[in-house]
């Protein structure tokens, strides 16, 4: 996979995209000795010298510079947020203190410690330290830090442009007028563009093409240089309509794989073109492409987009899978509320790859490597997730 390059993209825009550099703390965290409580902000000293009631110096809201203690004995009103007033290290909350006059007394029998109630400057992070690094994906939490930082236009991975395509003679769009009995609808590119859109990895253009070598040449090689990744579907298996891969390298891509020992998505065919964009070629039948889509494409988009590698994500079966040939499985799973505390995951398996309705309602699949070929009810296995 080649690395996508860094760009900006404005604050609002930027959830769920890959942080392409460090953010820095440009002050420190808090930036000031901030005040966690509305009360009043005294002298500790005042406090063990035994004074109880404190004359009113002022009052200190947040958002305006502070107000000084000004002498032995006294207190500043203090509310929540603002700057703690030099000369005071320690508040004491309102509830504890009664207005008498110009005075704070302070509840009989209260005990305040000193340094109660203060966010101390820097307690957080100092200036200049790292808050979030390169690789990060932008959540909430994270658009906040950047919000702090006063980062407005955030460093992250540009989206690489990806044209999904589909190739059969057979297909028809999704609102085409008419369909005919021998004819079925494209859904393999909704599929594939909905898991880049869901996981932020990258522009979807959907165009859909004949199984005519010259219009594969034509097409394909377009869509390549308008384009920074293709993911195709169909016409990768043995048919003999089965043009892509003869296409592909016809156009100067390097073949990397072709055809793995899995179930379903056995014929994936995977290369490169002349200028190193990277070409996914995914079997047709819909379970294949969207367990191959989940399995390959989007870890590969991840690592382009220089995204820090998650754990996997591990699941307990609720019941044994058998594998009926000696290649690596995947199963379509469905949640199982569990008491346990363990992700517990129940098979869906499919009529054939082609039965992507039964799809509809699971999670992902889970990953049954071929080393076994008998996987049993309380099994640990990897799980991903659509
Ligand atoms: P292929 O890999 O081209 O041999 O296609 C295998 C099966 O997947 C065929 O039954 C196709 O009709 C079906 N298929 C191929 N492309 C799509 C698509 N874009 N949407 C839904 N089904 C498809
Ligand atoms: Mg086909």
Redesign the pocket.
């Known amino acids: 996979m080649p690395r996508f390059p860094a760009t900006h993209e404005p604050l609002a825009a930027c959830v769920d995209r890959v942080l392409a550099a460090d953010v820095l703390a440009d002050r420190d965290h808090p930036p000031f000795d901030r005040v966690t409580m509305d009360g009043i902000a005294v002298a500790y000293v005042d406090w063990s010298a035994g004074v109880r009631e404190f004359a009113v110096a002022g009052t200190q809201a947040a958002g305006v510079p502070p107000l000084a203690l000004g002498g032995p004995g006294r207190c500043v009103e203090v509310m929540t947020g603002a700057v703690l007033p030099p000369g005071a290290d320690t508040v004491i909350p309102v509830e504890r203190v009664e207005r008498v006059g110009g005075s704070a007394r302070v509840a009989a029998g209260y005990e305040p410690a000193q340094g109660q109630f203060i966010h101390r400057r820097g307690s957080d992070r100092p200036a200049g330290s790292r808050l979030l690094a390169a690789g990060q994906r932008i959540g909430p939490p994270e658009v906040a830090v950047l919000a702090g930082a006063g980062c407005h236009r955030v460093p992250v991975t540009a989206l690489p442009r990806v044209a999904v395509v589909?190739?059969?003679d057979?297909?028809v769009d999704v609102d085409a007028p008419a369909i005919a009995p021998h004819q079925?609808?494209?859904?393999?590119?909704?599929?594939i563009a909905a898991a880049l859109a869901r996981h932020r990895l990258g522009t979807t253009t959907r165009a859909?093409l004949p199984?005519d070598v010259g219009a594969l040449l034509r097409e394909i090689g377009r869509l390549h240089d308008e384009h920074d990744v293709l993911i195709l579907?169909?016409?990768?298996?043995m048919?003999q309509?089965?043009f892509?891969p003869r296409v592909l390298e016809h156009l100067g891509a390097d073949l990397v794989f072709h055809r793995i020992e899995q179930r379903p998505g056995r014929?994936m065919w995977f290369g490169t073109s002349r200028d190193g964009k990277p070409i996914f070629a995914?079997?047709?039948?819909?379970v294949?492409?969207l367990v191959c889509t989940t399995r390959y494409v989007l870890p590969a988009l991840r690592a382009a987009l220089g995204a820090t590698e998650e754990p996997e994500e591990l699941a307990t079966l609720a019941e044994p899978v058998e594998l009926g040939a000696d290649l690596t499985y995947f199963m379509p799973v469905a949640l199982r509320a569990s008491g346990g505390g363990a992700t517990l995951v129940e098979p869906r398996p499919t009529n054939t790859?082609?039965d992507?309705v039964s799809l509809a309602g699971t999670i992902g699949f889970v990953e049954l490597p071929r080393t076994r070929r008998r996987y049993e009810a309380g099994d640990v296995v990897r799980v991903f997730r659509w």
């Open positions: 589909s190739t059969g057979e297909l079925i609808r494209s859904s393999n590119d909704w599929a859909r199984d579907s169909g016409g990768v298996s048919g309509f089965d892509v014929p995914l079997p047709g039948n819909p294949s492409t790859s082609g992507f």
